[in-house]
C-alpha cells in the first residue's frame, strides 16, 4: 500500500544533496534538475499552507493545541497524494507531541535518513541560523530543542543530535535506509546506488553517476549562486550551499567545544562511526584525529 517516504535529518545534514540525487535519479535529464524545482517536487512536512489547504481555513484562525492531530491529517492526505509512496522531507525527530505521534505510522511506508558527523552539523548548523559556535554545540545536545515557528513554517521537534538518529534509526518496524554523509562524500557511486536499490529504482551505472554528478556539491552551489535558493536564509547572510566538507569542524571548533559535544553524544557518536572504543573522534577515513 503506497505511503510516504519520510526523507529524514537532522538539519543541516545532507537532505537538499539527497533530494537532488533523487529529482536527477528519477528523470534522468539530459541537464541537472534546478534546485529550485525540489520543493514542487518533494512535500514538506513543517508547511502551514498544508494545513490550511487541508481545512479550508487561515493560519490565525487554527489554534496550537490542533495542530499535532491536523499534522496527522495532512500526512495522511499526503500518503493519498501519489499513486506511488508520497516523499516527504523532514527534519523532526519521531516522537509524541501531545501523544500524537510526529510521524504517522499508518501513513509510513518507509525512510531514508541521512547522518552526519555533529561537528561538522554545529558547526554549519551556526552558520545557517546565524548563531555562534558555542550557541550550536548546545543546541545539539539539548533533548527539548526545537527550531520555533517561522516563515510559515511550524515548530520543528530535533531534540539532541543523539535523540534524533535514535528515534529514527531504532524506531520499531520502519523500513529503513540509512545513509552518511560522509560515504556520500568518499564513496558517492556505491553509496548512491544502494540507495537506488533500496528504493527500486533503475540501477544502470551510468545513469546512477549522472545524477550523482547532477547533484554535486559543485553543481548545487553553481546553481544558488546563479539564482538564490529557495530554502536559503531570506536575508542571504549566509549561503544555503557553504562549504559541504567533510571535517571542517577540525579548523574552527575550539578543544572545549568538541569534548563538549563529544561528551553529550558519544554512545550515538560510536555507534555511527564517529568515535573509536576508547572515544576517540576518528576522521572521515576511520583515523584517530590527532
Given at each position: 500500500m503506497p505511503g510516504i517516504l519520510w526523507l529524514a535529518s537532522y538539519p543541516k545534514s545532507g537532505n537538499t544533496w539527497l533530494r537532488a540525487f533523487l529529482a536527477n535519479m528519477i528523470a534522468?535529464?539530459?541537464?541537472?534538475?534546478?534546485?529550485?524545482?525540489?520543493?514542487?517536487?518533494?512535500?514538506?512536512?513543517?508547511?502551514?499552507?498544508?494545513?490550511?489547504?487541508?481545512?479550508?481555513?487561515?493560519?490565525?484562525?487554527?489554534?496550537?493545541?490542533?495542530?499535532?492531530?491536523?499534522?496527522?491529517?495532512?500526512?495522511?492526505?499526503?500518503?493519498?497524494?501519489?499513486?506511488?509512496?508520497?516523499?516527504?522531507?523532514?527534519?523532526?525527530?519521531?516522537?509524541?507531541?501531545?501523544?500524537?505521534?510526529?510521524?504517522?505510522?499508518?501513513?509510513?511506508?518507509?525512510?531514508?535518513?541521512?547522518?552526519?558527523?555533529?561537528?561538522?552539523?554545529?558547526?554549519?548548523?551556526?552558520?545557517?541560523?546565524?548563531?555562534?559556535?558555542?550557541?550550536?554545540?548546545?543546541?545539539?545536545?539539548?533533548?527539548?530543542?526545537v527550531l520555533p515557528p517561522s516563515g510559515g513554517q511550524l515548530t520543528q521537534y530535533l531534540g539532541s543530535w543523539s535523540g534524533h538518529v535514535r528515534s529514527w534509526t531504532r524506531a520499531p518496524g520502519l523500513p529503513l535506509h540509512v545513509m552518511r554523509y560522509e560515504d556520500m562524500a568518499a564513496r558517492s557511486y556505491r553509496t548512491f546506488a544502494d540507495l537506488a536499490a533500496f528504493m527500486g529504482l533503475p540501477g544502470d551505472k551510468a545513469r546512477v553517476k549522472k545524477a550523482v554528478r547532477f547533484s554535486g556539491f559543485g553543481e548545487l552551489k553553481r546553481q544558488e549562486k546563479k539564482a538564490r535558493f529557495v530554502e536559503a536564509r531570506p536575508d542571504g547572510a549566509s549561503p544555503f550551499f557553504r562549504e559541504g566538507r567533510v571535517g571542517g569542524w577540525r579548523e574552527v571548533l575550539s578543544p572545549a567545544q568538541v569534548e563538549r559535544l563529544v561528551a553529550s553524544q558519544e554512545t550515538e557518536m560510536r555507534a555511527q562511526g564517529y568515535l573509536d572504543e576508547a572515544g576517540r573522534v576518528l576522521d572521515e577515513a576511520g583515523k584517530v584525529v590527532a
Open positions: 534522468d535529464p539530459p541537464a541537472p534538475v534546478p534546485i529550485n524545482s525540489l520543493p514542487e517536487l518533494f512535500l514538506g512536512d513543517s508547511f502551514l499552507m498544508h494545513i490550511e489547504q487541508l481545512t479550508g481555513r487561515k493560519a490565525e484562525e487554527i489554534a496550537a493545541e490542533e495542530i499535532p492531530q491536523l499534522r496527522r491529517r495532512v500526512h495522511e492526505w499526503f500518503a493519498r497524494s501519489r499513486p506511488d509512496n508520497a516523499m516527504v522531507k523532514t527534519h523532526n525527530a519521531v516522537i509524541r507531541v501531545d501523544g500524537v505521534p510526529l510521524i504517522t505510522p499508518s501513513a509510513t511506508a518507509g525512510a531514508i535518513y541521512v547522518v552526519r558527523n555533529p561537528l561538522d552539523v554545529a558547526v554549519s548548523f551556526a552558520h545557517h541560523y546565524q548563531i555562534s559556535y558555542d550557541r550550536a554545540v548546545d543546541s545539539l545536545a539539548d533533548e527539548a530543542y
